[in-house]
């Protein structure tokens, strides 16, 4: 059954071993910001220095694995159909608002939606690592100056990944406006379970 995750919020929810996820953009040029927690003991996450590091390669896509904090394989990605990903920059918060962009109000974040809906699970604030931003186009310059590109995903586009072992999944329709091309729009998820 496809969940749907609407604009500016989060879900959280438990995935086995063997299990695929399916991260669905229904509308096009929407970011989906995921992190991974080990079910059996939440110290371990998703590293993004670990799995830039073993995969060698910063355009994370098809046919990589993401690594946790203790060197070990969470999740592989089966398939792609956009193929730009960022592991780069953390999870927009209320501070990216009022730092990068100068807007003391309100404002939802993909860090307090993921939060919010991992506490159900125990897991705290600073529990939260580096989120895989999912369909996030993050261009780097020669000089190493990073800008933040509309996505380059359409309808339909999706991202198909393998649990490699039990697993506690965070995932949030992106808050931040240049992220998603000024326009906010639900993500979509899907969960296979491993036929036993």
């Not at 991260?23 to 799995?51: C, H, W, Y």
């Not at 590091?53 to 904090?69: A, M, P, Q, R, V």
């Not at 953390?90 to 309100?106: D, G, H, L, R, V």
Request: charged letters at 25%.
């Amino acid at each position: 059954m496809i969940e749907t995750i609407a604009k500016q919020t989060g879900a959280a929810f438990k995935l086995n071993k063997g299990d695929k996820l399916k991260v669905i953009d229904p509308l096009g040029e929407q970011v989906s910001d995921m992190v991974l927690f080990n079910a059996e003991d939440k110290r371990e996450k998703l590293s993004s220095g670990k799995t830039l590091d073993f995969e060698e390669t910063i355009l994370i896509t098809k046919g990589h694995h993401l690594w946790s904090n203790r060197s070990h394989k969470m999740m592989e990605i089966l398939e792609d159909t956009n193929g730009r990903n960022d592991f780069l920059l953390a999870p927009c918060s209320p501070e990216t608002f009022q730092i990068m962009y100068q807007n003391p109000e309100y404002h939802p974040s993909c860090f307090e939606n993921l939060y919010t809906n991992l506490a159900a699970f125990g897991l705290e604030p600073d529990d939260v690592p580096t989120a895989f931003n999912i369909f996030m186009n993050v261009q780097f310059a020669a000089d190493g100056k990073l800008t933040v590109a509309p996505p380059t995903s359409k309808a339909g586009d999706y991202v198909l990944l393998e649990a490699k072992m039990d697993l506690i999944v965070g995932l949030t329709a992106c808050s931040a406006e240049q992220s998603n091309n000024y326009s906010f729009k639900p993500i979509q998820y899907e969960i296979i379970r491993a036929q036993n």
